[in-house]
């Protein structure tokens, strides 16, 4: 009775009980008919034939328990005998948790992240109906633009798709009152956020519709978190007053501990909610349509609706949109709007890495799974007296490949159960290997699913390297194996075959992993050879942040000039620190590398208007001393100085790369020339009000969006001319950034005790943080390739170590014959070649299909690079080759006479 | 005898599928009633034979019409029986041997 048939029988225990019943009943007619042939009354006929039973019932379960006992008996019986022939070989054994343990455990460890970050639905009712809602303008290929509020309210009242949508307004916000300035983490949102989102307070409350007004409204929601940083978890803390940036709020509630914001923050989970309706001061009222001053939205779509067709009925009403305000839209901008899955946006490029980085460890686990089966292969020749004893006394195949199939599922399960533990253990250390900006990470947790995956994936494992042995093993001629004793060489010659056959996809395996080993470690030397456009070692960077009180009355920095002032007294104060050779300040979108960028559109004067590639460009606004404290080259004119500020004539720099763009034959032609920044419209520019800026100097490129972005043009205003409320402190330095950081902070506060200073890191901190991302992928598949290769190198020795101690005597002889050591070196050589040339060949075509998948992590090399594929197959092929020449030099060591007698 | 009862029923299979009730039959029949099968043992035996994978069931219709389980012997059982003769015939030598050197 097979495997299968017994399971049946134990999940059919009903039907087996109206079997046996049947069976017995069937009997008990034919006896009795045939006593009544031979005389008997049909009562004495019945009663006889029942005696002869005895106790039918008892007989009925008697039997029905051999049935269901036996399969249980046989799986019992099969586990003990498993665990016995594992004991008895505690090497192997050992050999064999370890590798599998390794295989196994990576798959749970990179599996446990793909659940917690890709496969969970979000944490909120309905996640599939939440969607991030994004302007595009095709024609400058500049996607997520922002949104203007006039844009905001037809989605909400006029586009029929959303349930809800509310802006998502990131910012940094001052927390005074309290012993020192705070800064927190803001979002900015409108008041059905929270119903979007479908989350309720734990405390207290959140919104209500009457918190929807124009401007920012008095209650705010705080976050469980700070709830504990900030109040000490004080229950009385519903109905406090707080200031933020100046102004009186009240805090309404807290969430619950789980809730996160669904989205990119500034620095850190989001602390503090408040609602605005964006329609009164702050900001500008009444807004405009062409004023995309919200940098982000998201919705929740109508039930019922997909994705795909709400884009379909978004689409109509762009077009719709388009046409009644033609002068906002011009058709040729290509003005679009997209909605994307929120979980999609979250995880953004994320996904393809972690899903490279899964099918690198199910590579790896295949390889050790190939390793195995070569292992056991060997084995079972050395048990095939065993086996051929086991079925010459009866046992059938199939109860043999059961026994077998349960010794590999044995070891498989034992090595998940380490593997899982291990895990477990390890957590928080592997954690810790992950960037900091991979989304949802505060969700990796051992859910069921990762348990099931684990078993899963155990005994799949047991299953794929223990089958073809098993087969193999069974299929052992009884009468060869018991002649040849425990050399046995009754299968050998097919066996060897597979073996080499396995050793070869091993070495396929192993190839496409090093490649795609290969490749990354190419692109992340090809960005670290980037030049950067600024000297990132002994910088020390902080932020401060202004307050922006929502009356402009409050405000002590409402002026340009009072700003520009508190500039220059905070630029004069920490450029005397002890230590510190040079500081300058910037805003915020000074800072590279810190994804805070502003992008702008302008016009250059005597430059004709090309509508469909309106001139785009990043912007900054630096004292005059940051390119020199960043050591960024000046290429032409001049850098700006003190006298450039409110009262000056309004200047500007610009990079390289504008200049190159404009004035292709010399960067001097852009010196003097005028630009005005703002957003351009059919034939006028609603920058008519804005300034002309004069061009007085070019400067070299800053890799402001990192070392794998294309360079964006930048434009640089002066601080003290255009100062801004966000400020970036720069400090070029030796000094410990810690203490310096305390420097600075005391300093700060005595030119304004109400200003925090935050966020104090180096500059090569904020550059290896940007590097993190694409490192810990290279560090992951580099650790899985070079395991594969070890394995793949253990792999091809073990078969070559097994063939040539079998083939002593031949060598033996060969030897005694006059052969040299370097003909059986070669005859080695040459055998391994075969193996090894297959496996290469299969590896470099599987490497053609499959380093595609690596394209959007790759940096200036081509998922097919030529160099990459050669060198790492000849590197391998070396590798190789040397773990078979091992065990033929060995053979050949052996004395004639002793291969000769070796029997 | 233990083991015994295989042996006879593997035989008897030998001659081609029988249902449970033809096998006592036929051991009754062929041993002129010296031996019979009691209904008590020969079930849970055919059962835990078919476990082995000697013998395979499968429901068929009698002689007379009557729905019965069926025993096939299997390549394994074929096997299996080979091996038994074989044990028994040199039991049965060997008891014959130290019943003469008794004498």
Redesign the interface.
């Known amino acids: 009775?097979s495997l299968l048939s017994?399971l049946k029988g134990l999940l059919q225990i009903h039907r087996l009980e109206r079997?046996?019943d049947?069976?017995?009943r069937?009997?008990i007619?034919?006896?009795a008919?045939?006593n009544m042939a031979s005389g008997m009354s049909p009562q004495e006929a019945r009663y006889d034939a029942q005696r002869?039973?005895?106790?039918a019932t008892l007989?009925k379960e008697?039997?029905r328990a051999?049935?269901i006992v036996?399969?249980i008996e046989?799986a019992g019986q099969n586990l003990r005998y498993a665990g016995r022939m594992l004991r008895r070989n505690p090497g192997f054994t050992l050999v064999s948790i370890l590798t599998l343990a390794l295989g196994i455990g990576a798959n749970v460890a990179i599996f446990t992240v793909v659940h917690a970050v890709l496969l969970r639905p979000l944490p909120y009712p309905h996640p599939e109906q939440l969607v991030r809602v994004y302007d595009d303008i095709r024609s400058s290929q500049t996607h997520g633009v922002g949104m203007s509020v006039p844009e905001l309210w037809d989605l909400r009242d006029r586009s029929g798709v959303f349930q809800d949508i509310s802006v998502i307004f990131p910012a940094d916000a001052n927390i005074t009152g309290a012993e020192h300035p705070e800064r927190v983490e803001f979002l900015g949102t409108n008041a059905n956020y929270f119903t979007m989102l479908g989350a309720h307070a734990e405390l207290g409350r959140t919104y209500t519709p009457a918190d929807a007004l124009p401007g920012f409204s008095e209650p705010v929601v705080i976050s469980d978190a700070y709830w504990h940083r900030g109040f000490g978890a004080d229950p009385k803390v519903i109905g406090q007053k707080i200031r933020i940036d100046g102004d009186l709020y009240m805090i309404a509630g807290v969430l619950p501990p789980e809730f996160r914001h669904p989205g990119r923050t500034l620095a850190a989970d989001v602390d503090l909610w408040a609602t605005t309706g964006f329609a009164a001061p702050p900001f500008p009222a009444p807004p405009a349509r062409a004023v995309r001053l919200l940098p982000g939205v998201m919705a929740r779509l109508k039930p019922g609706l997909t994705v795909a067709q709400a884009q379909a009925q978004l689409d109509n009403f762009v077009a719709q949109l388009t046409r009644q305000f033609p002068d906002e839209y011009p058709p040729a901008s290509g003005w679009s709007i997209r909605l994307v899955p929120v979980q999609q946006d979250l995880v953004g490029n994320v996904r393809t890495e972690l899903f490279v980085l899964f099918g690198a460890v199910g590579f790896v686990l295949l390889i050790a799974c190939v390793n195995l089966a070569n292992l056991l292969l060997a084995r079972s020749a050395s048990r095939q007296r065993e086996i051929a004893i086991r079925l010459?006394?009866?046992a059938?195949?199939?109860?043999l490949i059961t026994q077998l199939l349960t010794e590999s599922i044995l070891l498989a399960t034992i090595s998940g159960a380490a593997a899982l533990i291990t895990v477990v253990w390890l957590k928080n250390s592997l954690l810790r290997l992950a960037p900091a900006n991979l989304p949802r990470l505060s969700e990796v947790s051992f859910s069921p699913s990762v348990l099931l995956f684990a078993f899963v994936i155990s005994i799949l494992t047991g299953v794929i390297f223990g089958l073809a042995p098993a087969l193999q093993a069974a299929r052992t001629s009884q009468i060869s194996a018991l002649r040849e004793g425990t050399r046995g060489a009754g299968s050998s010659k097919r066996q060897l075959k597979f073996s080499r056959f396995l050793v070869a996809s091993e070495i396929a395996l192993s190839l496409v992993l090093l490649i795609g080993a290969g490749l990354l470690v190419r692109s992340f030397r090809h960005v670290l050879d980037v030049q950067p456009g600024f000297e990132p070692h002994h910088l020390v960077t902080a932020k401060i942040w202004l307050a922006v009180p929502n009356n402009p009355k409050d405000d002590p920095y409402f002026t340009p000039e009072k700003r520009a002032t508190f500039h220059q007294e905070i630029l004069q104060r920490i450029s005397a620190l002890p230590g510190v050779e040079q500081a300058a300040l910037g805003n915020g979108t000074s800072l590279p590398m810190d994804f805070n960028r502003f992008q702008t559109t302008f016009l250059i004067e005597n430059h004709p208007l090309d509508i469909e590639r309106t001139p785009v460009a990043e912007i900054a606004n630096v004292s005059p001393s940051y390119f020199s404290a960043l050591k960024t080259p000046l290429l032409s004119g001049r850098f700006f100085s003190d006298s450039d500020n409110t009262k000056g004539q309004q200047v500007v720099l610009i990079d390289e790369t504008l200049a190159h763009r404009y004035w292709p034959n010399s960067d001097a032609d852009a010196i003097g020339q005028r630009v005005q920044l703002g957003v351009v419209r059919r034939g006028q520019t609603s920058a008519a009000q804005n300034p002309w800026l004069t061009i007085v100097g070019v400067v070299g490129n800053i890799k402001s969006d990192g070392f794998d972005a294309a360079s964006a043009p930048h434009l640089y205003r002066p601080l003290y001319q255009a100062p801004t409320y966000d400020g970036v402190v720069y400090l070029r330095t030796s000094m410990d950034p810690g203490t310096l950081g305390d420097s600075v902070r005391a300093e700060v506060r005595h030119a304004d005790p109400t200003i925090p200073v935050f966020n104090v890191r180096t500059m090569d901190i904020i550059v290896s943080a940007f590097l993190a991302e694409r490192r810990f992928a290279l560090e992951l598949l580099g650790i899985f390739a070079g395991v594969a290769l070890l394995l793949a190198s253990i792999g091809i020795y073990g078969v070559m170590a097994y063939t040539f101690s079998r083939r002593t005597n031949e060598i033996g002889i060969r030897m005694a014959m006059g052969a040299k050591r370097a003909d059986i070196l070669g005859m080695a050589l040459k055998e391994g070649a075969v193996t090894i040339g297959f496996g290469v060949v299969a590896g470099l075509l599987g490497s053609l299909v499959l380093t595609h998948f690596l394209q959007t992590m790759l940096f200036s090399v081509k998922a097919t690079d030529p160099i990459t594929f050669v060198t790492i197959a000849a590197l391998l092929a070396a590798v190789t080759l040397l773990a078979c020449l091992v065990p033929a030099h060995r053979a050949t060591r052996v004395d004639p006479l002793i291969a000769l007698r070796h029997e | 005898m233990q083991g015994t009862l295989a042996l006879l029923v593997l035989k008897s299979l030998a001659g081609g599928p029988m249902h449970g009730y033809g096998i006592t039959l036929h051991i009754q029949c062929v041993s002129k009633d010296v031996l019979r099968v009691e209904e008590g043992s020969l079930y849970p035996a055919l059962h835990r034979m078919e476990q082995e994978g000697w013998i395979r069931a499968e429901w068929g219709t009698s002689e007379n019409n009557r729905r019965a389980r069926y025993y096939r012997l299997s390549e394994a059982g074929r096997k299996q029986l080979a091996a038994e003769e074989k044990n028994w015939a040199r039991l049965t030598e060997a008891v014959a041997a130290v019943l003469e050197f008794a004498q």
């Open positions: 009775m017994r079997d046996v049947e069976e017995l069937s009997h007619e034919m006896r008919a045939d002869r039973f005895g106790n007989l008697d039997t051999v049935d036996g399969w046989t010459a006394i009866g059938g195949r199939s109860r």
